[in-house]
């Protein structure tokens, strides 16, 4: 069978067959406890502290887009990966794969991005590196940023999820991806969606210092449900959650039901659930709401022992429906 | 003037243009004191620590060739930035983008090769990222790995060069890119040459334990003469070598010969450029001599009073020549 013996675009889509590939190749060659954990960003003993260090790649066609451009995204991506792991995003690199005749100025514009976006979340960028290649061999430009940050926060990951735990999101999903979509077909939609691209990490740490998170999330490839089942997957709980309770504009959902879209798979740049305990939810909620970036806010479900590693969605017509991963690629190059 | 609008393959080249473009577009927009110092690694402080943090993209087309492939590349790259700076090389990021259609054979030959130099270089690869593109969208795969290092050899560089210090190499230059020119032109050549690629830390350890290294340099992209400029081009002194003591293969020269290389700045992968207090330099060549990638170590010439700013090379036929940077590319995607 050929996808069993290349690469196709659903290895990079977040879901099963990026899994798949991560197990049977990643995981298998370069072993070890650190990488096997598959957080966000990988935590690091430094001398007595730790740290957290993450990379990713951004390819996100086309590079500018209602809300954003591939160098905001890829300041947010990275800080995200690194505030989710209870870290203050300190430092990235940034690496550029520049394509022979991309305008400079198309460059500048993405430079100058990236300039404001880490200035604005206070994080330097302080090495890089530049590769051009021969026009064709890439589509104008891809950038790798990598960060480390200082883990010291109150909150950090520790695992101690519990049945009734409260699963809180903090605003609408799928407005990336299908923001994204209509810029590259050329749609014109009477709408305003934009990408939800933003750095996070002032929203956790502003949660943190008021709510005990017992785990955060940053919801992107993949969307709500690839975050949901992973949570589980491995796990002796289960997640219910209210299909009626996830916020999702008309607008966008409109645009996922035209072009026959799940917005729970749809991708999202500035999205993050968390697990906090159901008594202090609603405090929890109150105070990402006072957030720019949480004034939508909900909670949505709650870890269950019920269906011990499944998902389990309540839908508005008031069945149940089973959440799985992506089998293959919805949407390729979403970031 | 088109050059001025656009990227050319120039731009990557480590020379002329490079410069340009990290001064015109990366440090005016990015600017802080950390990237603008432009080392091969960032010094961060970290909680009373010092941490070298670097990144490298690879691109190199083919992507096996004698001697090494991009993945092994991949590693000792990044570990030979984190090693000039002092740094003992801990933990990597790998971010891949593959191309639609990449076999699944390729890429795992590719990830064993990453995971055998990184177990043999002692560094742990801790954080990944997989993006898919479609076919025809990049070419066939490019990585890349960001890197950290804890500060803690005796040696770190601190600019403290003076008149008549010692500039030493560790051996052969211009293997790496007259094997690569090889390999992608097809060239079925007598000869044997194989990319020097190799991670060198544990040379530059064993030298810092015993002799004063002022200065290290990863000599890669614009190759010597592109290290010896940058080394000097804002000092107040020059540099002057001898030709005939640069360790050059005869078969590389014959092969740079025949098809218009330079081979001063022609790339390497496992080649470092120090400066050593001169009394220090006898000990310093018995030194890199006794360890396996120091065997062809040579003397090369010295930090000078006169000419400041410049390297000068007296010839083998007795003449004075102007070592320069590249203006424009000779060799795309070496590295």
Same mark, same amino acid.
């Given at each position: 069978m050929e996808m069993d013996k290349y690469i196709v675009l659903g290895h990079g889509s977040g879901g099963k067959l990026s899994q798949e590939l991560i197990r049977n190749i990643f995981l298998r060659y370069f072993d070890n406890d650190t990488l096997n954990a598959l957080d966000d960003s990988a935590v690091l003993p430094i001398e007595g502290n730790e740290i957290a260090f993450t990379t990713d790649s951004f390819v996100v066609d086309p590079i500018i887009f209602p809300g954003g451009d591939i160098g905001k995204l890829a300041i947010c991506g990275t800080v995200n990966d690194l505030a989710v792991m209870g870290a203050v995003p300190n430092y990235l690199s940034a690496g550029f794969i520049l394509e022979e005749g991309l305008s400079l100025k198309t460059l500048e514009n993405v430079v100058k991005s990236m300039a404001n976006t880490a200035k604005q979340a206070g994080i330097k960028i302080v090495t890089g590196d530049t590769k051009v290649v021969h026009k064709g061999q890439c589509d104008q430009l891809f950038i790798n940023t990598s960060g480390i940050g200082l883990?010291?926060? $109150?909150? $950090? #990951?520790?695992?101690n999820v519990e049945p009734g735990d409260a699963i809180i999101i903090n605003g609408y999903i799928a407005d990336h991806g299908m923001t994204i979509v209509g810029a590259r077909e050329g749609l014109h939609l009477s709408s305003q969606i934009q990408s #939800? @691209?933003? @750095?996070?990490h002032t929203l956790i740490q502003a949660l943190a210092s008021e709510v005990e998170i017992k785990l955060a999330r940053d919801v992107t490839r993949g969307g709500l449900a690839t975050v949901l089942v992973e949570l589980v997957q491995n796990s002796i709980y289960g997640i219910e959650i209210l299909e009626s309770a996830i916020p999702l504009r008309n607008e966008t959902a409109g645009i996922c039901d035209m072009l026959g879209f799940d917005p729970l798979h749809v991708a999202n740049e500035g999205k993050l659930v968390m697990v906090v305990p159901e008594a202090q939810s609603e405090k929890a909620i109150t105070v990402l709401k006072k957030h720019e970036l949480g004034v939508n806010a909900a909670y949505i479900g709650n870890i269950t022992k019920a269906n011990p590693g499944k998902v389990v969605m309540n839908t508005v017509i008031g069945g149940k429906r089973m959440i799985q991963l992506l089998s293959g690629e919805q949407l390729p190059r979403i970031c």
């Amino acid at each position: 069978m050929e996808m069993d013996k290349y690469i196709v675009l659903g290895h990079g889509s977040g879901g099963k067959l990026s899994q798949e590939l991560i197990r049977n190749i990643f995981l298998r060659y370069f072993d070890n406890d650190t990488l096997n954990a598959l957080d966000d960003s990988a935590v690091l003993p430094i001398e007595g502290n730790e740290i957290a260090f993450t990379t990713d790649s951004f390819v996100v066609d086309p590079i500018i887009f209602p809300g954003g451009d591939i160098g905001k995204l890829a300041i947010c991506g990275t800080v995200n990966d690194l505030a989710v792991m209870g870290a203050v995003p300190n430092y990235l690199s940034a690496g550029f794969i520049l394509e022979e005749g991309l305008s400079l100025k198309t460059l500048e514009n993405v430079v100058k991005s990236m300039a404001n976006t880490a200035k604005q979340a206070g994080i330097k960028i302080v090495t890089g590196d530049t590769k051009v290649v021969h026009k064709g061999q890439c589509d104008q430009l891809f950038i790798n940023t990598s960060g480390i940050g200082l883990i010291n926060t $109150k909150f $950090k #990951d520790n695992g101690n999820v519990e049945p009734g735990d409260a699963i809180i999101i903090n605003g609408y999903i799928a407005d990336h991806g299908m923001t994204i979509v209509g810029a590259r077909e050329g749609l014109h939609l009477s709408s305003q969606i934009q990408s #939800d @691209c933003a @750095c996070l990490h002032t929203l956790i740490q502003a949660l943190a210092s008021e709510v005990e998170i017992k785990l955060a999330r940053d919801v992107t490839r993949g969307g709500l449900a690839t975050v949901l089942v992973e949570l589980v997957q491995n796990s002796i709980y289960g997640i219910e959650i209210l299909e009626s309770a996830i916020p999702l504009r008309n607008e966008t959902a409109g645009i996922c039901d035209m072009l026959g879209f799940d917005p729970l798979h749809v991708a999202n740049e500035g999205k993050l659930v968390m697990v906090v305990p159901e008594a202090q939810s609603e405090k929890a909620i109150t105070v990402l709401k006072k957030h720019e970036l949480g004034v939508n806010a909900a909670y949505i479900g709650n870890i269950t022992k019920a269906n011990p590693g499944k998902v389990v969605m309540n839908t508005v017509i008031g069945g149940k429906r089973m959440i799985q991963l992506l089998s293959g690629e919805q949407l390729p190059r979403i970031c």
